[in-house]
């Protein structure tokens, strides 16, 4: 009977002891283990505008259709875009032709200079020929001689300083042609731009604009979710984040059918709001005077990236799903065998 009754103490002190030890191997599991039921798929959304303004003339998608990068979401009106296409090539024509024109009068600039240049020097040399004679000659045939003489030269200037002003006259032309060629490939542009198209791959979503609506420039009138931008952001709480590296892999359950993903710890963000300290009015700390003496331990942000090459097929996901995470981290062995690989590559 006492053997009895002493294996039945045994039997359930055991017991005890087992869920003692389990209940506290679980409790430092919750406290302490890196994992987390609060996990969040993030995506980058790019949200999409017009470049020009316009009457909208189609809508090529609908809402949550997948595009590829490229194809065209919706067009505004290009008839007044081809009206401007068409004004500046013709105002660039004007400006060659005008260009062409300048370049025409140089030439005869520089035709009429060479002209007065060379009567310049023949009328030079006829007065110091005159001057030289001396007394042969009339005093006053050789005052005539030099001021013929002056006079070619003032010509000569004067044809060169024409010339100049032609070659400015040029210059100015051909920058006016410069001008008018950006102006049409700036309406070239505006006309290409005419048709919104889609700068990444992902899904449309939020899908605002109808035929007739009026797009205004730079007006977001859809979202599109970049399908190569998944990932999950979990929110760790500060008391797990001394075992969280860098690299570690990640479990991943996602709350909608329970899908498993791996992945890998990508980034952890070094800060969050203090709301118990915002800054005051001066940009002096506004400390609140009250302290709550239970304090809960603070979820810090840690960006996962997705390994997409496991991804199971048809898997559904969509930003702003809920996920459990749970991180394998490196052991001891593994940190030192991965720093010697690296020290290998290196």
């Known amino acids: 009977m006492k053997i009895q009754s002493l294996l039945r103490f045994l039997i359930t002190a055991a017991v005890v002891v087992i869920a003692v030890l389990l209940g506290h191997a679980l409790w430092k599991h919750y406290l302490h283990s890196p994992w987390t039921r609060d996990g969040r798929v993030r995506a980058e959304v790019v949200r999409v505008a017009s470049d020009v303004s316009g009457l909208v003339t189609r809508v090529a998608v609908l809402d949550n259709q997948f595009v590829h990068k490229g194809d065209v979401l919706f067009g505004v009106d290009p008839a007044r875009f081809r009206y401007a296409v068409d004004q500046a090539q013709a105002n660039l024509d004007a400006a060659e032709a005008s260009a062409r024109a300048a370049g025409a009068n140089i030439n005869a600039a520089l035709a009429t200079a060479a002209a007065r240049k060379a009567d310049y020097d023949m009328r030079a040399k006829e007065a110091s020929r005159r001057e030289r004679l001396g007394d042969v000659i009339a005093e006053e045939v050789r005052s005539d001689a030099q001021s013929a003489a002056n006079s070619a030269q003032a010509t000569w200037q004067q044809a060169q300083a024409g010339g100049h002003q032609a070659s400015a006259a040029r210059e100015q032309a051909q920058a006016a042609v410069e001008q008018a060629q950006v102006a049409l490939d700036q309406a070239r542009l505006n006309l290409e731009r005419t048709d919104v198209r889609a700068p990444v791959d992902g899904y449309v979503t939020n899908l605002d604009i109808r035929v007739g609506d009026y797009a205004a420039t730079g007006s977001p009138r859809l979202a599109l979710i970049d399908s190569h931008s998944y990932y999950i952001y979990g929110y760790f709480e500060e008391t797990k984040l001394p075992q969280l590296r860098v690299g570690d892999p990640v479990d991943i359950r996602l ?78 062995s593994q940190t030192d065998a991965d720093k010697q690989a690296s020290a290998a590559d290196r």
């Open 255 to 332: 709350m909608a059918g329970g899908v498993h993903l791996k992945g890998s710890i990508t980034g952890i963000a070094r800060g969050i709001t203090d709301s118990d300290n915002p800054t005051g009015s001066d940009l002096l700390a506004d400390v609140n005077p009250t302290f709550n003496w239970v304090r809960l331990a603070q979820r810090v942000p840690v960006r996962i990236a997705i390994d997409t090459s496991q991804l199971p097929a048809d898997t559904l996901i969509a930003a702003g799903m809920t996920a459990t995470i749970e991180v394998r981290p490196h052991t001891s």
